[in-house]
Nanobody, 117 residues
């Protein structure tokens, strides 16, 4: 079992920056992918960015060039650096961990990001 704890609740003006972090309760050697999803009111949850154990990243088109996902050396913390934020980035952001072989996945509790003037 793995618990994920997100941090970085934020309110920022358009054009501002915010950093979200997600820390897993333990480190692990198994191949995995850590992701950030978001869900705005009245909308479906969508994938924002993901990063594999090997450091390969993918981004949603809506955040390319503005958001950067990274993970630490011990692979148990993933960070989402968000720049040039827009009101449409307002959502609850969730961290997700998926193990490649087993397919087991775990979610964080979510953290609110509000972009407004």
């Amino acid at each position: 079992q793995v618990q994920l704890a997100e941090s970085g609740v934020g309110f920022v003006q358009p054009g501002g920056s915010l950093r979200l972090s997600c820390d897993a309760s333990r480190s692990f050697l198994s191949s995995n992918t850590m992701c950030w999803y978001r869900q705005a009111p009245g909308k479906e949850r969508e994938l924002v960015a993901d990063i594999s154990t090997g450091g390969i990243t993918h981004y949603a088109d809506s955040v390319k060039g503005r958001f950067t996902i990274s993970r630490d050396t011990f692979k148990k913390t993933v960070t989402l650096q968000m720049n040039s934020l827009k009101p449409e980035d307002t959502a609850v952001y969730y961290c997700k961990l998926t193990f490649t072989l087993s397919g087991s996945s775990y979610w964080g509790q979510g953290t609110q990001v509000t972009v407004s003037s």
